[in-house]
T-cell receptor, first 109, second 114 residues
Framework: GQSLEQPSEVTAVEGAIVQINCTYQ??????LSWYQQHDGGAPTFLSY????GLEETGRFSSFLSRSDSYGYLLLQELQMKDSASYFC??????????FGSGTRLQVQP | DTGVSQNPRHKITKRGQNVTFRCDPI?????LYWYRQTLGQGPEFLTY????????KSRLLSDRFSAERPKGSFSTLEIQRTEQGDSAMYLC????????????FGPGTRLLVL
């Protein structure tokens, strides 16, 4: 089976940088995705890492180390609208994504 | 809007009743997924279609659950003899066959079983 671990809550202030870590265990691995979900909303795709290294998309960056079974999502210049839950999810090649339990990010003024 | 749509958005039913949800994926997407999400948890995979073929079902999908995608476009998820434990958000997602598995989610159907 697969399992993912990520912190349950993170708090940061507006304008700061925050890193949300994700470690995983899986027998098959194609890539690591990150999704954002606001309360009552749908999960929204943020990024996908298949290879080691850093992928940057605007204020958000995502990192993957396949050898360490570890990734993180980096959010820079935090804004109040970034308050949401963030999920890492692994693609094992079976098409279904396996999601972590999510990290609730609270951005404070 | 060309995103994934789901209907109804909310459903309240009594235990023992049957319910059916509909998902309309992004039009050019050939893959469609159903997930279930409970409060404080990430989405859990239920089942997956490629075109009209149901290729995978989770062990979470008991025999009271059935899903169809008759013409490879929209899909329905039916729950028979609902139980209180079925109360959850039911999410539909779609994707297009490619090397990267990027799934786009609909707004979900929130089910409450009384």
């Amino acid at each position: 089976g697969q399992s993912l671990e990520q912190p349950s809550e993170v708090t940061a202030v507006e304008g700061a940088i925050v890193q949300i870590n994700c470690t995983y265990q899986t027998s098959g691995f194609y890539g690591l995705s990150w999704y954002q979900q606001h309360d009552g909303g749908a999960p929204t795709f943020l990024s996908y890492n298949a290879l080691d290294g850093l992928e940057e998309t605007g204020r958000f960056s995502s990192f993957l180390s396949r050898s360490d079974s570890y990734g993180y999502l980096l959010l820079q210049e935090l804004q109040m609208k970034d308050s949401a839950s963030y999920f890492c999810a692994i693609d094992t090649g079976r098409r279904a994504l396996t999601f972590g339990s999510g990290t609730r990010l609270q951005v404070q003024p | 809007d060309t995103g994934v749509s789901q209907n109804p958005r909310h459903k309240i039913t009594k235990r023992g009743q049957n319910v059916t949800f509909r998902c309309d994926p992004i039009s050019e997407h050939n893959r469609l997924y159903w997930y279930r999400q409970t409060l404080g948890q990430g989405p859990e995979f239920l089942t997956y279609f490629q075109n009209e073929a149901q290729l995978e079902k989770s062990r979470l999908l008991s025999d009271r659950f059935s899903a169809e995608r008759p013409k490879g476009s929209f899909s329905t998820l039916e729950i028979q003899r609902t139980e209180q434990g079925d109360s959850a958000m039911y999410l539909c997602a779609s994707s297009f066959s490619s090397g990267q598995e990027t799934q786009y989610f609909g707004p979900g159907t929130r089910l409450l079983v009384l």
